[in-house]
C-alpha cells in the first residue's frame, strides 16, 4: 500500500527502516514522507509505531496470536 502519494512510499519501504530501529524523523529524512503535502503523517507514524511495537513485543518473547495458535 502506498503511504505517501507525493513521493511514491509503501508501507512496506517505512516498515523496513522501522524494523531497523528508525524514528519518524530518520524514515522521513530518507523516504522523504511527509515532507510536501504531510498528509501521509499520521498513516507514517502508524506503521512505525506498529514496527517499533512488534519489536518490543518480540524482544520480551510475546509472539503474534496467529504464530502462538499455530504452535
Ligand atoms: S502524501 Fe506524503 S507528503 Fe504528500
Known amino acids: ?32 514522507v511527509a515532507t510536501q503535502c504531510g498528509k501521509c503523517e499520521d498513516c507514517a507514524r502508524h506503521v512505525i509505531d506498529k514496527c517499533h511495537a512488534q519489536a518490543s513485543m ?4 510475546w509472539m503474534p496470536i496467529a504464530l502462538s495458535m499455530a504452535r
Do not use: N, P, T, Y
Open 1 to 32: 500500500m502506498i503511504v505517501c502519494v507525493c513521493h511514491r512510499v509503501s508501507d512496506k519501504a517505512i516498515a523496513l527502516l522501522a524494523s531497523e530501529g528508525k524514528s519518524f524523523d530518520e524514515v522521513q529524512f530518507e523516504l522523504g
Open 58 to 61: 518480540a524482544q520480551q518473547g
